[in-house]
């Protein structure tokens, strides 16, 4: 079993910064790819990045290109969701995501949840 607990949420003005961590526990960290979703309020659940093992390869959403970053740190057992330029319409629980394969995770499909944190984006 691998656990997964994120922190970093909150709330924001549109155009601000937040950056979201992921504790993972329970299995060997570098052997999984990592990733995050959002469910914002009326919506289903929605990817928004992933990074490989070893944290060479990202992947986004079409919309958090440019504004998201993702990255890792392998001896610390914590991926980032570094968020700016943050939109109203990015209000939404954010869940951290644990799989072997980065494909699976894009498929939205991961072994792996954690419980969510939630992000406020205000005007």
């Known amino acids: 079993q691998v656990q997964l607990v994120e922190s970093g949420g909150g709330w924001v003005q549109a155009g601000g910064s937040l950056r979201l961590s992921c504790a993972a526990s329970?299995?060997?960290?570098?052997?999984?790819?990592m990733g995050w979703f959002h469910h914002a309020p009326g919506k289903e659940r929605e990817f928004v990045a992933a990074?490989?093992?070893?944290?060479?390869?990202?992947y986004y959403a079409d919309s958090m290109q440019g504004r998201f970053t993702i990255s890792r740190d392998n001896a610390k057992n914590t991926v980032y969701l570094h968020m700016n330029g943050l939109k109203l319409e990015d209000t939404a629980v954010y869940y951290c995501?644990?799989?072997?394969?980065?494909?699976?995770?894009?498929?939205?499909?991961?072994?792996?949840w954690g419980q969510g944190t939630q992000v406020t984006v205000s005007s």
């Open positions: 995501a644990a799989d072997p394969s980065i494909g699976t995770i894009m498929n939205g499909r991961p072994d792996y």
């Open positions: 329970g299995r060997t960290f570098s052997n999984y790819a």
């Open positions: 990074i490989s093992s070893n944290g060479i390869t990202a």
